[in-house]
């Protein structure tokens, strides 16, 4: 049997308290940078143990580029695993709003300079248009990140390619399952290689295991019989405004409430790094997410007075598991999309 051997763990808990004294990300004071922090590592090594991989490393293809599939994948490459990292499109930005918590520029090891805004006041704005400062408990030497997916994602990736990984332009199409015990799976893809077209080049690989991390609709999910799940459309616009509106929004954030903007999420604005973002959101009202999207850039009109359009972005997002499990061959993630398919026996 195939195995991983997790030896510690980098991310999900901080060093034990009798050997470091430590603070938490989010109330480090300002002497105290994160790397400074002390975090256990999470270090993944093939076993030498088994017949599926006699005479190479332990193979796996990580289906999804987002940050999850990132990591991951840079994580199994540094184990000394032979990884694939398999996204179909390398420029993709989900319509997020980017926001990321202080922790984890330390646990991720992210350079600053890969935050374009810190987020020190948030406001929340009523159906009657009244502010509310929701941002008070905020500590002096604390903020919210912002960050440009396109950008977090990328470096994450270059970052895994970097540590051994093998990046794919491909979308993932169909896995076999192995017949016999000791038979790899056989993952197929159509590689977008720039010379065949917009349909891409039908390829495959043999792996030992696939980690789906390619979100709500995960096709590694529909592979596996991973059950149904919920999920919300998430639409947002990139906005370059007048320099001086954008002055407002250098460190605030806003978050518009109330059923014209989305009778189950919330409507958002939130600063990039020489523009803002203004999207929203539902679950339960999917088919008229525009309508929604309109009454946010209604609501914000005054302050993005001028705007222009930059680019538009719309994605799934998963909301909860699936509803049935898959025999215990699947393992679907919570909100994230992720989904990993265990092949080790």
């Excluded at 940050?67 to 490459?77: C, D, F, I, R």
């Excluded at 408990?137 to 051994?164: C, F, N, Q, W």
Aim: glycine share 10%; charged share 25%; hydrophobic share 35%.
């Amino acid at each position: 049997m195939a195995s991983f051997a997790f030896i510690s763990f980098v991310g999900l808990r901080k060093s034990s308290p009798e050997k470091h004294h430590h603070h938490s990300l989010t109330t480090l004071p300002k002497c105290i940078a994160p790397s400074q922090a002390h975090y256990r590592r999470l270090n993944v090594v093939a076993a030498k143990t088994s017949p599926k991989i006699t005479g190479r490393n332990l193979r796996v293809a990580v289906v999804g580029g987002g940050p999850a599939g990132g990591a991951a994948a840079e994580t199994l490459a540094k184990g000394g695993i032979e990884t694939f990292l398999i996204e179909r499109k390398l420029d993709n930005a989900k319509p997020c709003g980017g926001a990321i918590p202080l922790c984890m520029v330390g646990e991720f090891e992210l350079p600053l300079d890969i935050i374009d805004r810190r987020v020190t006041k948030m406001k929340m704005i009523s159906p009657s248009n009244i502010a509310v400062d929701i941002g008070q408990t905020l500590k002096p030497h604390e903020y919210i990140g912002m960050v440009r997916r396109e950008v977090l994602d990328a470096y994450l990736r270059d970052r895994a390619a970097t540590s051994g990984a093998t990046i794919i332009n491909g979308l993932f199409v169909k896995m076999d399952k192995p017949q016999e015990k000791n038979a790899p799976y056989v993952l197929h893809y159509n590689a977008y290689n720039g010379k065949t077209g917009s349909t891409g080049e039908r390829m495959s690989i043999e792996v030992d295991a696939i980690i789906g991390a390619d979100g709500a609709n995960s096709r590694v999910a529909k592979s596996i019989e991973a059950g149904d799940y919920e999920y919300g459309i998430a639409f947002q616009e990139r906005v370059k405004i007048p320099d001086d509106k954008m002055q407002y929004y250098e460190n605030v954030a806003e978050l518009y409430v109330g059923n014209d903007v989305s009778p189950d999420f919330y409507g958002w604005v939130f600063p990039k790094c020489d523009h803002v973002a203004v999207g929203t959101g539902t679950v339960t009202h999917k088919p008229d997410i525009k309508k929604f999207q309109l009454a946010t850039r209604l609501r914000t009109h005054d302050k993005i007075l001028g705007g222009k359009i930059i680019r538009v972005e719309a994605h799934p997002i998963p909301e909860h598991p699936p509803s049935k499990e898959s025999g215990g061959e699947g393992s679907p993630g919570r909100r994230c999309g992720g989904v990993c398919d265990e092949m080790l026996r």
